[in-house]
Nanobody, 123 residues
Framework: QVQLVESGGGLVQAGGSLRLSCAAS????????MGWFRQAPEKGREFVAA????????RYADSVKGRFAISRDNAKNMVYLQMNSLKPEDTAVYYC????????????????WGQGTQVTVSS
């Protein structure tokens, strides 16, 4: 398994941008699909974005399509989430995730999780 540490969260005004980073350690990072999930106060955890092991395919939640972009750098063991046109409803703790395939990652809690980074969007 890989260990994941997120960074880059913070407070931003609506319409602003943030870039989240996730640093992975351990073996086999380039073998894993990577994803971002989020959990808002008093809500369940939800899928945000995912990327295949080689970056060839990405998938997004409808709520973030056209505003967020996921990318990865396998040479640096990093995955990123560029968030633009942020809205107050994007406020949540954002978690990095690693698993073997995207469909299972979305449908289960299997795999590695980071500790989360807080994103707060003010109106």
């Amino acid at each position: 398994q890989v260990q994941l540490v997120e960074s880059g969260g913070g407070l931003v005004q609506a319409g602003g941008s943030l870039r989240l980073s996730c640093a992975a350690s351990g073996r086999g990072f380039s073998n894993y699909a990577m994803g971002w999930f989020r959990q808002a106060p008093e809500k369940g955890r939800e899928f945000v974005a995912a990327i295949t092991w080689n970056g060839g395919n990405t998938r997004y939640a409808d709520s973030v399509k056209g505003r967020f972009a996921i990318s990865r750098d396998n040479a640096k063991n990093m995955v990123y989430l560029q968030m633009n046109s942020l809205k107050p409803e994007d406020t949540a703790v954002y978690y990095c995730r690693a698993y073997l395939d995207i469909p299972t990652m979305i449908d289960t809690d299997f795999g590695s999780w980071g500790q989360g980074t807080q994103v707060t969007v003010s109106s």
